[in-house]
């Protein structure tokens, strides 16, 4: 009798596609989540803005933001000039990959700025850039 109920039984069998649409959907969510993460990591600041320049995201990167008080953050947490010296001294020879991005508003004096920059070489790393903001997309 057993071999008779087992007849009437359709073979179970996996479905692959459904599993790869989920992971492709899964992919471009994570893609996502990680491109975003490089724009908060700074505090809000009124950009300049510039002509040339291109998108540059990538791991290792910390953002050091200047407000237009002169107030310096490192990754959103405030932060003095002689403490930022030393803590990216820390970082730096934690990882020597290490990137900084620096933001900082239109209206900040230069001279904080170069500061800025200046303890930034003096922690030992060179890859360093300036953020802008594309004029196209500010006209939007």
């Known amino acids: 009798m057993q071999s008779n109920s087992f007849r009437g039984r359709k073979k179970?069998?996996?479905?692959?596609?459904p599993l790869i649409d989920i992971m492709f959907f899964l992919l471009a969510s994570f893609m996502l989540v990680s491109l975003?993460?490089?724009?908060?990591?700074?505090?809000?600041?009124?950009?300049?803005?510039?002509?040339?320049g291109n998108p540059d995201n990538h791991p290792n990167t910390l953002a050091i933001s200047v407000d237009v008080t002169g107030g310096i953050y490192l990754d959103k947490r405030p932060i003095g000039r002689n403490e930022l010296q030393a803590e990216l001294t820390k970082i730096h020879a934690a990882n020597a990959a290490t990137r900084v991005i620096i933001t900082g508003d239109v209206d900040v004096r230069y001279g904080i700025v170069i500061a800025v920059l200046d303890r930034v070489r003096g922690a030992?790393?060179?890859?360093?850039?300036?953020?802008?903001?594309?004029?196209e997309a500010h006209a939007r």
């Open 36 to 52: 975003s993460m490089a724009t908060t990591k700074s505090v809000k600041v009124s950009l300049p803005t510039a002509q040339t």
């Open 124 to 135: 030992g790393i060179e890859n360093v850039a300036f953020q802008t903001r594309d004029p």
């Open 12 to 17: 179970a069998n996996i479905q692959i596609i």
